[in-house]
């Protein structure tokens, strides 16, 4: 069956432009994360959903960070007014539900700020 | 303040040896799950292994196994039988059940290097 999969691959785009993130989940997975990984670090929670409820953004950043999501469907992550360290790996996950531990990984979008 | 410590940023094993990776962690919440996940050269995230800090046995998934000493708060990885394969970056990780909602914090990784 299809994974998690995360549109475009890599993005390369000019510092104070805005980019936006697509991450398709597995068909049936309520719960979506949403990480970023700097190069050589461990990955950085951002944000995940779980079903209709309020998500929890607490791991955010900065304002200029925002995430969306359909139900439990497709989600985007959006960086308005892009800066040189926003540059990364951006990987989301999504699981069957909360309770279940396990998170399946998309291929992740790498994030280069010029 | 650290939640997931692992202090290995390097190990080096001889292929069909043993190997330990350590974690430890940090938590005042009695409910809470460690994992581990190996993310390979290509960049993907593989989950490797769970443990609940209510289970009473440690858990083992094949060539994996989790030593959990909680009063030590320690979670360390047991790769059994190396292989070439099992060179990647491996990455320690907690769910707090309350206090943290669902989100899962990551430690910065080891880079395991398997020798032939």
């Known amino acids: 069956g299809a994974g998690v999969s995360q549109s475009p691959s890599n993005k390369v785009t000019e510092k104070g432009k805005d980019v936006e993130l697509r991450c398709d989940p597995i068909?049936?997975?309520?719960?979506l994360y949403w990480y970023r990984q700097r190069l050589g670090q461990g990955l950085e929670f951002l944000i995940y959903?779980?079903?209709?409820?309020?998500?929890?953004k607490s791991g955010l950043p900065s304002d200029r960070f925002s995430a969306e999501r359909t139900g439990e469907s497709v989600s985007t992550l959006t960086i308005q007014r892009t800066q040189q360290e926003d540059s990364a790996v951006y990987l989301c996950?999504?699981?069957?539900?909360?309770?279940?531990?396990?998170?399946?990984f998309g291929p992740g979008t790498r994030l280069t700020v010029t | 303040a650290q939640k997931i410590t692992q202090t290995q940023p390097g190990m080096f094993v001889q292929e069909k040896e043993a190997v330990t990776l350590d974690c430890t962690y940090d938590?005042?919440?009695?409910?809470?799950?460690l994992f581990w996940y190996k993310q390979p050269s290509s960049g993907e995230m593989i989950f490797l292994i769970y443990?609940?800090?209510?289970?009473?046995q440690n858990a083992t998934e094949g060539r994996y196994s989790l030593n959990f000493q909680k009063a030590r708060k320690s979670a360390n990885l047991v790769i059994s039988a190396s292989q070439l394969g099992d060179s990647a970056m491996y990455f320690c990780?907690?769910?707090?059940?309350?206090?943290?909602?669902?989100?899962?914090?990551f430690g910065a990784g080891t880079r395991l290097f398997v020798k032939a």
């Open positions: 996950a999504s699981s069957p539900g909360l309770a279940v531990y396990e998170q399946y």
């Open positions: 068909s049936g997975h309520t719960a």
């Open positions: 959903f779980q079903g209709n409820s309020a998500p929890d």
């Open positions: 938590t005042s919440d009695p409910s809470y799950g």
């Open positions: 443990q609940g800090s209510y289970d009473q």
């Open positions: 990780a907690m769910r707090e059940g309350r206090t943290g909602g669902f989100k899962t914090i």
